[in-house]
């Protein structure tokens, strides 16, 4: 296995960058700045760890995600972070050479490579809605897990089921974690994930040998801990009880709060606020719309992506933590007043 340093500088890629990519790294997971150095230092010593990444039910969102982006740019660095063996939206190879080289990277990493699923996999009627090979994603998924060291899923197909599994469910759909249960697995839930939290991930765990710490979900909390309205710039005007009332009155143009417009973001676990979108350039919110919470769990069957949130219509004591409740109780409050408020002064003006 060679050493991502030896990588990084087969293909081109400069110290600058590297050092950029591992400061940015190090703030995305929060971890003390002073830290940079050490784990440029861990990262260009690792060993390139094998990677087969299988895609069943899904767009190839997720692999767009991370490949449509202007070069050189920190998610690129990805495919010098490890030796990308399989990925047959990627690979040059297809039909029996891609299954062999998917064969013999299994056979030559054994116990050691990492398996990278996108999409959800199909169980009903014996898994017959997706083969390829004569083979079906379920015995495919199977064979992958039995000598990889971790299984990340990819996006929120693989994460949660995604929009594969919304109701009625056709397929029997059904999430990595609900057929994976002897290796550890890491979700990276988002339809799509941004590409930097996939990189973040894998940089993650080649800097300190292990998986990061998960949250409940399986999602790796330094990207994962806090919800889009824990950090989102427009979080002053929800506390000020100011919303948007429509996509183009005054609020809109003023950039208030879409919470009345149904954003999902008190309820969405993500780094988009902070990481944003396209190499830092925006994300749904700044652009206007509110958050659809596209990460979580369920997200495309919850549905009502124009109508505000509730306690109760989010099921208050599973999905809410209690912050997030007496967050959104208040600024549902703090809405009615300035309301009230503004009512009194257009009578009496
Ligand atoms: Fe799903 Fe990804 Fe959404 Fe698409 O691979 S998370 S439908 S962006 O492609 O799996």
């Not at 080289?101 to 990492?114: P, S």
């Not at 899923?153 to 990595?176: D, E, H, Q």
Request: with cysteine; glycine share 10%; net charge neutral.
């Amino acid at each position: 296995m060679t050493t991502l340093g030896d990588a990084l500088q087969a293909s081109g890629v400069n110290r600058r960058a590297f050092l950029k990519f591992c400061s940015a790294l190090t703030s995305l997971m929060a971890l003390p700045p002073g830290m940079a150095p050490a784990i440029a230092q861990a990262l260009a010593k690792a060993k390139r760890p094998s990677v087969i990444w299988l895609s069943f039910q899904e767009c190839t969102g997720c692999t767009e995600s991370l490949t449509r982006s202007s070069s050189p740019t920190l998610e690129n660095l990805i495919l010098d972070l490890v030796s990308l063996d399989y990925h047959h939206t990627l690979m040059a190879a297809s039909g029996t050479a891609a299954e062999a080289a998917r064969a013999a990277a299994m056979k030559e990493w054994d116990g050691k490579y990492l398996l990278l699923v996108d999409g959800s996999i199909p169980t009903s009627d014996g898994g017959i809605y997706g083969t390829w090979g004569g083979e079906s994603f379920v015995d495919i998924l199977q064979q992958g897990v039995k000598g990889a060291a971790a299984v990340v899923a990819i996006g929120s197909c693989a994460s949660f089921g995604g929009i594969p599994k919304a109701n009625p469910n056709p397929t029997g759909a059904r999430a990595v974690s609900d057929l994976v249960k002897d290796k550890p697995v890491i979700n990276v839930p988002g339809c799509p994930p941004i590409a930097v939290v996939m990189t973040g991930v894998l940089a993650h765990y080649l800097t300190f040998g292990k998986i990061p710490e998960l949250d409940e979900q399986l999602r790796p909390r330094a990207f994962y801990g806090d919800t889009i309205h824990d950090r989102c710039y427009r979080r002053p005007f929800y506390d000020q009880g100011k919303f948007a009332k429509t996509f183009d009155d005054e609020g809109a143009r003023n950039g208030w709060c879409l919470y009345e417009l149904g954003c999902k973001g008190p309820i969405t676990h993500n780094a988009c606020a902070t990481v944003k979108w396209n190499a830092g350039t925006s994300f749904p919110i700044q652009s206007g719309h509110g958050c659809l919470g596209c990460s979580e769990p369920d997200f495309w069957d919850k549905g009502s992506f124009y109508k505000a949130l509730s306690t109760t219509e989010w099921g208050n004591a599973k999905t809410l933590g209690a912050a997030a409740a007496v967050g959104i109780a208040a600024g549902a409050a703090a809405a009615y007043f300035g309301r009230k408020r503004q009512e009194k002064v257009e009578k009496e003006g």
